[in-house]
């Protein structure tokens, strides 16, 4: 029996989450979602609290994601002991926000800095360096009672962790059971044969799923084999938080600033609509 937790990234909104925000999280509880996921970074300055009251009085469950301004230099991969130790802080102080916005997990590429792409293999020195740093991170999350999760991007934003297969190995170096993977819909099209297989490596590690279509469009109709990813699901990770994530294309929308120069998601509520009709009417069908 399934339980999916149906959600939506705020990307899907807004770029930067202010004060002004709060009445989103009315909206995505009225369109029938379950959780929700809200970017931090430098650039993000809102009182946690009003947020965290209002996500408990809906129902809402809260999830964090690195997703706005992340210096560079703080980077748990980086051979410079000051960037690690830059990155160390950097992710705790996140995770202690995590804390106050009272959500239940701290989800992304945090094992090294999307768009920071060496042009050689990764290096064992590397793998070591994330998983040392990774552990302690895991283990400062669990003392919060926040899980910290890891998300394999494509080889066009990391060098480091691609694929399923990769995630898996490093949650396994890592070592500490608090260190659980999210999967991309969007990531898996450049670097998965088989989403299937993908899904069903990640096991009991795997937390849930970020989804959009192969051009991050509204799920259906693109080159994502949804009855793969639905089976899959249904045998590994039957309570899987399932949420929606693109960038908004509407006309005061910044998905351009992302990469994004198709209009894939003119108006947040229709793209939650049809995209959560798409994905409920596959899960029952499997």
């Not at 970017?39 to 809260?62: C, H, M, Q, T």
Request: with cysteine; proline share 5%.
């Amino acid at each position: 029996m399934t339980s999916y937790q149906y959600g939506a990234h705020q990307f899907l909104w807004v770029e930067h989450w202010t004060d002004e925000c709060l009445p989103v999280l009315d909206e995505v509880s009225s369109l029938g979602l379950d959780c929700f996921e809200i970017s931090l970074g430098d650039d993000v300055s809102f009182n946690p609290i009003p947020v965290r009251k209002r996500a408990v009085e809906l129902g809402l469950e809260l999830s964090i994601g690195p997703g706005n301004l992340w210096p560079m230099q703080c980077d748990i991969s980086s051979e410079s002991e000051d960037n690690q130790r830059l990155g160390m802080e950097w992710h705790r102080q996140i995770i202690i926000r995590v804390t106050d916005l009272g959500a239940v997990a701290y989800n992304g590429a945090i094992y090294g800095h999307p768009g920071n792409i060496l042009r050689q293999p990764r290096q064992t020195a590397e793998l070591e360096r994330i998983a040392k740093n990774l552990y302690q991170l895991s283990a400062f999350a669990q003392s919060l009672n926040v899980k910290l999760v890891i998300e394999p991007m494509s080889r066009f934003r990391t060098h480091l962790v691609h694929s399923a297969n990769e995630a898996v190995d490093l949650v396994t170096m890592v070592g500490h059971p608090n260190l659980y993977i999210n999967l991309d819909t969007y990531q898996m099209v450049t670097e998965e044969r088989n989403y299937a297989a993908a899904i069903k490596t990640c096991g009991n590690a795997l937390w849930g799923i970020h989804a959009c279509e192969s051009d991050r469009g509204v799920p259906g109709g693109g080159l994502v084999p949804w009855n793969e990813v639905f089976y899959s699901l249904a045998d590994v990770c039957p309570n899987a938080r399932i949420l929606m994530e693109t960038y908004n294309t509407g006309n005061t929308g910044f998905g351009y600033k992302r990469g994004i120069f198709k209009n894939v998601c003119p108006n947040a509520q229709d793209f939650v609509k049809n995209g959560l009709a798409f994905l409920k009417q596959k899960a029952k069908a499997v």
